[in-house]
């Protein structure tokens, strides 16, 4: 069995200190050498919210990924290289300017319009796009200190998340630190709900599509508790849908890469999503 990794809620909520440093986000730009923000249809259009909703939603697992590293053995210094993957228009590559210079931070995402958005924003600095689903990184070996990932590997196949999980330990230094989200187990019991609901009330339509994708959700809560990778694939897009990772899976291929791996779940934390960790030795 994995171990299971434990911050303190109150680590996590949002102090004085992140909420100016949103304000500064949203107002002092040009002195932190940003350009402009997204207008909020498009950062809707990724995140289902507003840039100033976005950044104080993004701050808390932030937070999580840079505390649980740090708990990890990770040491923030300021030559430390951060990997934002999967970065979209850069909501957590700018928040993490608080803690890394501009020119130690590197964006990847598999979207152009994406990369587009992150220049615009004032962090074109290692911007990488990948052009497919299974592409290598294209990053040198041991060449990057803490790697972040938001809601990424909660819509990877199994192969996919295998492919860049062993692509973070190629990049990563040793000592440093990778840390990506997972759907938590609380998800089946959304699913559980939508499904019990159908009939009475109008049905969004990202929830449709959820129902449509586990069309048994007890019967995947059970595969997630007997510690299997939940994943119900997309037909348009290759190993790209909705995943869910358990604590015990960590256990096995992650732990046969990297000198440590911990899960930090999300009904402990307080966070949108798990989280899981791993260290290089």
Known sequence: MSHLLKIDRARLALSNADTAWIDRLMKDRAALGLGPLPPDNIAIKYNGQSARTAFTRALPMYKAFLYGARDMGFQLSPASLLLDFGCGWGRFSQVALRDFHLG?????DVSNEALRLCIDAGVPTGLIKLPTSLSPIQ??????DLIISNSVFSHLS???????ISEFHRVLKPGGVAAFTTRPIAMFDYLERIHQRQRSEDIPEHEKMLMKAYPEPEKDRANYLRGEFVYKGNVHLEHYGEAAIPPQWISGFPRQLFAAAEFLPAETSGLEQSVIFCRKG
């Open 104 to 108: 130690k931070i590197y964006g990847v």
């Open 158 to 164: 199994e192969i996919a998340a295998k492919h860049y």
């Open 139 to 144: 990053l040198p070996d041991a060449s990057t």
